[in-house]
């Protein structure tokens, strides 16, 4: 049997509950597959098949998150629009008018509201994937599945939200009419970026979370920093190389550097700064994966 | 692993930091002014061990499973019994894969699904609909599978005219059969149960009783953990004792309940005794024999319950009162001792023996339980209560309650006709 015909009788399996007698010639593999529950130390693997097996919660989790979120608030998905859409006023405000912060010589507010969306996106999947095993308590005290459904799944459904911002985006590139270039096409890599970036500070604070409650309180203090050390207000084009590469470790550089380059055409393809953030992210992506299935086995007793 | 074996345990441990269940969490001050007055605590405790044994014992850990083996056969039902903190649920959370041990193994051949509660990760704002499908996956069911089963589970559940609307909206009761309905659906071949048929009305528990037979007719291996001994006799025929983390017994259901009820009652004496070093009720006996050596009677015939009282103390007025409790903890009797209430009599020192004789009780044959109780007042006018073990009745007989009943007494039943015909 290969691999896909073994998952797929695993798959399957969950799903039809096959009696013990008829179950001997449909698949004796299925039979002699044995799990075995034992203590695990140090470093363990990341399961990343039982992970695949488990894409349908995942999908109803995000599900969930998205549907309750529209349902509770009343103004629904105009939140979405109301956060980034408002900072980017009060930036364009302050910063473009009073203190005229050079915008590589793009009006001011498409300029910063272009980075303030993929921000948006990377702050609000971190600070609610933070949160996310401690308020999901009641379904890890309770059922197994692999507990990295429940970060990942949280970051995920902010993505509606982005997408509602990003319409905007269009709508305000089209008044100040700039027109889109092939570079359009890289903007996927750049969403991906942030996504990785937002989950894997994601998971480090969450695991932590359920140990130490004081990082429900770091994590407003991380996010403001964050926000600051990110070129969302200006342009990094202040700083001078090889400062300018370097500052492409803080992960939300690239992304931003991206999407201007990829959207609104700011000088030069910023690959430097790209390939460093990208691998800043899979750096704290894997870092942070490894951290919390090792934390993950005290979960249960402790949140 | 034999290949007839769905579950294997092999000296299975799980240890809990008492700190941690202390604290559920810890902040990082915590941790930090923990360290650093580690030196001083450290020395009351040592100072503190002669004094309180009870507070140090065991230092800052408790084990709530210590070297558990046992093994389940394929299509096997298992009860699991103990008293609270026997360790009962640590078990299936160990086995459910939510929590991990700390030493030993497991080995699950085949799928399992656990039901620690029902209506896991049930949304308020969902309706009975999305809640279906968003506890169905969290179940372990697939979009498919629940798709196929919606309509069962939507009748099973009784919840048809509202099923699009948000639960927040639902009653307790239909809350809890949507609940149930979800999970009775769920068809692994291993099933871990909690005592998910504690919730809800008789009815509903009689419902959930009747799919539990179901499942475990069905020929799938179960585990299920209960206090309700009645519940577990019905539907295992093998049984493991949990007492203090370990296993107390593994073997027939009858034989380890016998076993749990012997212990338990032996525990609450010691622990009376422990606490009352003066008043106290001694040796219980059932138609004169010790009521820890047999506890059988017969459902249609009488019978007699003695008890034993040493008053240490005396008592301005006393009353006694004799409960009589079924398996789910329903209380069937519970009789005042009439003649003395009225007289309201004291209770001189000594030793007392109490006599309660009943008429057949028509009790459907099953697991029952019985205790005295005194309630006495001091000359200083303090009341004090005094509990007898519980003793088990295990009713014998031929009655039966048609599958409803608790009691069936010989009632008489006639029918008279009269022929419209020859009134007129």
Redesign the interface.
């Known amino acids: 049997m290969n691999e896909i015909d073994r998952t797929e009788s695993v798959?399957a399996?969950?799903?039809?509950?096959?009696?013990?007698?008829q179950a001997a010639p449909s698949g004796s593999e299925e039979?002699?597959?044995?799990?075995?529950?034992?203590?695990?130390t140090g470093w363990v693997s990341l399961r990343l098949r039982e992970l695949w097996e488990y894409r349908?919660?995942l999908?109803?989790l995000v599900?969930?998150d998205i549907?309750?979120r529209y349902?509770?608030t009343a103004l629904g998905a105009a939140w979405a629009i109301i956060q980034p859409f408002f900072t980017m006023i009060v930036f364009s405000l302050f910063f473009g008018r009073l203190a005229k912060v050079p915008s590589d010589g793009i009006p001011y507010p498409v300029f910063s509201y272009a980075a303030l969306v993929p921000w948006t996106f990377f702050a609000n999947g971190l600070s609610e994937s933070s949160n996310s095993l401690v308020s999901s308590s009641?379904?890890?005290?309770?059922?197994?599945?692999p507990r990295l459904t429940i970060p990942i799944a949280t970051v995920l459904a902010g993505a509606v939200d982005f997408v509602i911002a990003f319409a905007v985006l269009i709508l305000m590139m089209f008044y100040y009419g700039i027109t889109p270039t092939l570079n359009t096409l890289w903007l996927p890599l750049f969403v991906l970026l942030a996504f990785i970036a937002s989950l894997g500070t994601g998971l480090w604070l969450s695991a932590m979370n359920?140990?130490?409650?004081?990082v429900r309180y770091v994590v407003p203090f991380i996010v403001q920093f964050w926000m600051f050390a990110t070129p969302i207000a200006y342009p990094s084009s202040l700083l001078s190389e090889p400062w300018r590469t370097i500052y492409g470790l803080n992960p939300m550089v690239g992304v931003v550097e991206g999407f201007r380059w990829a959207l609104l055409g700011t000088e030069t393809r910023p690959q430097g700064v790209v390939a460093l953030s990208a691998a800043a992210a899979l750096l704290i992506l894997v870092g942070g994966a490894f951290y919390f299935r090792r934390m993950e086995?005290m979960f249960?007793?402790?949140? | 692993?034999r290949?007839d074996l769905a579950i294997q345990v092999e000296s299975l441990g799980k240890r809990?930091r008492i700190g941690?269940k202390q604290e559920?969490?810890?902040?990082?001050?915590d941790?930090l002014a923990r360290t650093a007055t580690a030196p001083y605590r450290a020395l009351r405790s040592t100072l503190r061990r002669r004094g309180n044994r009870e507070a140090v014992s065991g230092s800052n850990e408790i084990w709530a499973l210590k070297g558990v083996s046992f093994e389940v056969r394929?299509?096997e039902a298992v009860g699991v019994i103990g008293r609270n903190g026997a360790g009962k649920s640590t078990l299936l959370?160990?086995?459910?894969?939510?929590?991990?041990?700390?030493?030993?193994?497991?080995?699950?051949?085949?799928?399992?699904g656990?039901l620690?509660?029902v209506g896991?990760?049930f949304?308020p704002?969902?309706t009975g609909r999305?809640n279906i499908?968003?506890n169905g996956?969290?179940?372990?069911?697939?979009?498919?599978?629940i798709l196929r089963k919606f309509d069962e589970i939507v009748s099973f559940a009784e919840v048809e005219k509202f099923i699009d609307t948000?639960i927040k909206y639902y009653s307790s009761g239909m809350y809890l059969r949507l609940a149930f309905s979800v999970a009775a659906h769920l068809?692994?071949?291993i099933l871990l149960v909690d005592e998910v048929l504690a919730v809800g009305d008789m009815a509903f528990q009689k419902k959930c009783m009747g799919k539990m037979e179901d499942v475990t007719a069905?020929?799938?291996t179960v585990l299920f953990v209960s206090h309700n001994l009645g519940a577990i006799k019905e539907l295992c025929r093998t049984s493991v004792v949990l007492k203090d983390g370990v296993v107390g017994f593994h073997g027939p259901v009858v034989d380890g309940v016998a076993y749990y009820t012997r212990n338990a009652q032996a525990d609450e004496g010691a622990e009376a005794r422990a606490a009352s070093r003066g008043t106290r009720w001694t040796s219980m006996s059932i138609n004169g024999v010790d009521a820890a050596l047999s506890s059988a009677i017969n459902s249609i015939e009488p019978f007699t319950v003695e008890a034993g009282l040493e008053v240490a103390e005396e008592f301005v007025e006393a009353r006694f009162k004799c409960r009589v409790d079924d398996a789910s903890g329903n209380t069937l009797i519970y009789h005042v001792e009439h003649d003395r209430e009225r007289e309201r009599p004291g209770l001189a020192l000594g030793t007392h023996h109490v006599r309660v004789d009943f008429p057949p009780l028509w009790l459907v044959p099953g697991i029952y339980t019985l205790f005295f109780k005194l309630t006495g007042r001091t000359e200083e006018g303090d009341e004090r209560r005094y509990t007898s073990e519980r003793v088990l009745l295990n009713v014998t007989g031929k009655l039966n309650g048609n599958g409803r009943a608790i009691i069936s007494p010989p009632l008489k039943w006639s029918l008279s006709h009269e022929d419209l015909k020859r009134k007129s």
């Open positions: 798959v399996g969950v799903a039809k509950f096959v009696p013990p007698a039979a002699s597959h044995t799990l075995r529950i034992e203590p695990s349908e919660l999908f109803f599900w969930r549907k309750v349902k509770q009641n379904l890890i005290k309770k059922i197994y599945f359920v140990k130490f409650r004081d086995k249960a007793d402790v949140v | 692993m290949n809990y941690a559920p969490y810890g902040t990082l001050r941790t394929r299509g959370k160990t086995l459910s894969r939510i929590t991990e041990p700390t030493t030993g193994y497991a080995d699950i051949n085949g799928r399992v656990s620690l509660e896991t990760g949304h704002e969902l999305e499908f968003l996956a969290i179940l372990g069911m697939k979009r498919a599978e948000p068809e692994p071949e069905e020929g799938r």
